[in-house]
Structures are given as structure tokens and as C-alpha cells.
């Protein structure tokens, strides 16, 4: 049996203090660049340092854990990468200056679990890294999955303030948390292990209400055309709120946009579990209903890939609903 209110409060903390380390190398892209001598290696850098943090919290707070995640210690270990291993443990003894090499890589090497359907974490150490390059919104993902669905997620996300009159696409220092258990709803607390969190809830919208949607900077993300014409069809269509990341199920689960529609580009993408797990739960426990575009639940059962699924529809219930609708008719569904 899991301690769910355990395990959250475990994935605040992990979440919370490798948002703290990945904002460190964020302020620093030009130092991180120079050593390195590669213009991505900032992201680089953070995701490996973030993922070590992950790591080292959940097997302290919580023992032996199955954790998949993106990254792995092998490419750091290659000579011509020393410069980036010295850059990723530094980043990483910001918060724990007692650990050695090995124990940074050690700690990486905890997210080289396999799915399982009697639970496992998932991790996306950064989501959204141009976002992360570009001073913007990214997130770090951290879910826990039993069977087909998540039921612990908690979601960090570094620069987007709790306060909604900041612009999306302004950094705010202090950032925020979105936190949930399936079944038990869903909180945002300000970045920080410690701040309160409170209860966030969606509810249905006006029917004069313009729909807002929660597009991607990274345009490439989704067939932006197909987009238009699904808001063609229910008309009214807000301004849109352009982020990277996970950060966006966050930013429709608390009311500053409605939707979150990820249309497929091709026919063999397949989402991963990791970029989907904590913030999808983040959503539905707000209140809102998520899908693929087929009006399907996501199923995380599947192992690494959201294989049965295609593409991601995240909104209030009678936006979602109007959108399924809607993708039906434009035939956008179709496997």
C-alpha cells in the first residue's frame, strides 16, 4: 500500500530543491557556456544536476525508489565531457557540498528504472528547454504512477509567479508549485519548501466567455493551423498564453488560460510519460479533463510512451468537451 501523503511530500521537496539548482545555472548560461564551450550546455548541465537532486531526495526521504527518467550518468562519464560533469557537480553542491562525483552520478543513475505497474516515479528533470535557455518557463516534472494512471504528482515550475497579473513571459524569482494527489485535489504554493499551499479549482466557463489557449513559444510542438481551426469551430477565441513546458497544465488548472491542445504533427509521435504524468494529474485535480484527442483517457500503463494515445487535450469540461467535438469534425482524430 502507498503513503501517497508521504510520497508527496517527498517529490515537494525534491521538486522544490532542484528548481532551486536549475535557476542557479540559469542565471549563469554564459559562465556554464564558456566552460564548456557549447551554447546548450546550460540545459544540459541543469537537467543532470536537477535529475541528481531528484535522485538523492526520494532514496533519502523515501528508500530504494523506481524512478524513470530522461537522463543518464553514461554520457558524463566520456573524457570529453569532464568539463560538463565538473559543471553539473558544482551546480549540485550548491545545495549538498558534501557529495563527491561518484555520489552526483550515483544519484543520476536512480531514474534507470523501468516502468512498473505496481508503481513508479517518473521524471522530467527539465521540461521546456528552450524556454530554460531563453530565461522563460520550464518545469521540473515528477510523478508517481500506479497501473494506467498518475496519482502523485508534484510540478515546479522556477519562473511563473503565483501572482496571475505577471505576464507568462516574465521570469518571476520566487516561481511556484503545483502539487496533487489523485482523488484529493490540487494545491499551488510559491517556489520553496516551506510556503503554504492553497486549493486550486476550475469550474466551467460563461458561455459568452472567450476561450483562451495555452499555446507553445516552440511552434513545432503542435500543428498550430489545426489549432486555429478547432477554435474556429467553437468560436469566440481568446488571446492565447504562450509558454514552454508543463507549465502549462499549471497555468490552465489555476484559470489564466482554458486550454492546453496538443495536436499531433506526425502519426508515429508518441508522448512520453514523463513529459505528461505530474501535470496532467495537476490538471484533472483542479478540476479540469484531460485526454488525447480522441477523447481517450491517457493511459500510463503502456511503459516508457503514452502508446495507446494521441496527441493531449487538457481544458475545462465544456471546453474539452466542444474541442473532442470539434477534432472529430475536422477529422483530426484519426490514427
Known amino acids: 500500500m502507498h ?10 521537496k525534491a521538486v522544490a530543491q532542484a528548481a532551486i539548482v536549475c535557476d542557479r545555472v540559469q542565471a549563469d548560461l554564459e559562465r556554464v557556456r564558456s566552460i564548456t564551450k557549447d551554447d546548450r550546455s546550460p540545459v544540459t548541465v541543469a537537467d543532470f544536476a536537477s535529475q541528481a537532486i531528484v535522485g538523492r531526495i526520494l532514496t533519502e526521504e523515501l528508500g530504494e525508489v523506481r524512478l524513470v527518467a530522461e537522463e543518464d550518468s553514461a554520457a558524463l562519464r566520456e573524457p570529453e565531457r569532464a568539463a560538463h560533469l ?31 505497474h505496481a508503481g513508479v516515479w517518473t521524471l522530467d528533470p527539465i521540461d521546456g ?48 508549485i503545483y502539487l496533487a494527489i489523485k482523488g484529493q485535489g490540487c ?12 486549493p486550486i479549482r476550475r469550474t466551467d466557463l460563461d458561455a459568452d ?14 500543428s498550430v493551423s489545426d489549432t486555429d481551426r478547432v477554435l474556429e469551430i467553437l468560436g469566440n477565441p481568446g488571446e492565447p498564453v504562450r509558454l514552454d513546458s508543463q507549465a502549462k497544465y499549471a497555468v490552465v488548472a489555476r484559470g489564466q488560460a482554458d486550454a492546453y491542445l496538443r495536436l499531433p504533427t ?16 495537476v490538471a484533472t485535480e483542479s478540476g479540469c479533463a484531460v485526454s488525447d484527442v480522441r477523447g481517450s483517457p491517457l493511459d500510463f500503463s503502456q511503459g516508457k510512451g503514452l502508446e495507446q ?4 487535450v487538457c481544458a475545462t469540461p465544456d471546453v474539452h468537451a466542444r474541442m473532442i467535438e470539434a477534432i472529430r469534425e475536422l477529422g483530426l482524430a484519426k490514427a
Open 209 to 222: 466567455h472567450a476561450v483562451r489557449v495555452c499555446a507553445s513559444v516552440e511552434k513545432a510542438h503542435s
Open 266 to 281: 506526425r502519426k508515429d509521435y508518441v508522448e512520453r510519460i514523463w513529459d505528461h504524468a505530474a501535470g496532467s494529474l
Open 187 to 198: 494545491s499551488e504554493a510559491q517556489g520553496g519548501t516551506d510556503a503554504g499551499a492553497k
Open 309 to 312: 494515445n494521441a496527441g493531449i
Open 129 to 176: 528547454t528552450k524556454g530554460f535557455l531563453r530565461g522563460q518557463q520550464y518545469a521540473v516534472s515528477l510523478g508517481f504512477i500506479e497501473g494506467a494512471h498518475p496519482t502523485v504528482g508534484a510540478l515546479a515550475c522556477p519562473n511563473l509567479s503565483v501572482d496571475q497579473t505577471v505576464p507568462v513571459a516574465e521570469a518571476d524569482a520566487a516561481g511556484s
Open 86 to 116: 565538473e559543471a553539473v557537480v558544482r551546480a549540485v553542491r550548491h545545495l549538498y557540498p558534501e557529495m563527491t562525483t561518484d555520489d552526483v552520478l550515483a544519484a543520476i543513475d536512480v531514474g534507470n528504472g523501468e516502468p512498473d
Open 3 to 12: 503513503d501517497h501523503t508521504r510520497y508527496l511530500a517527498a517529490a515537494h
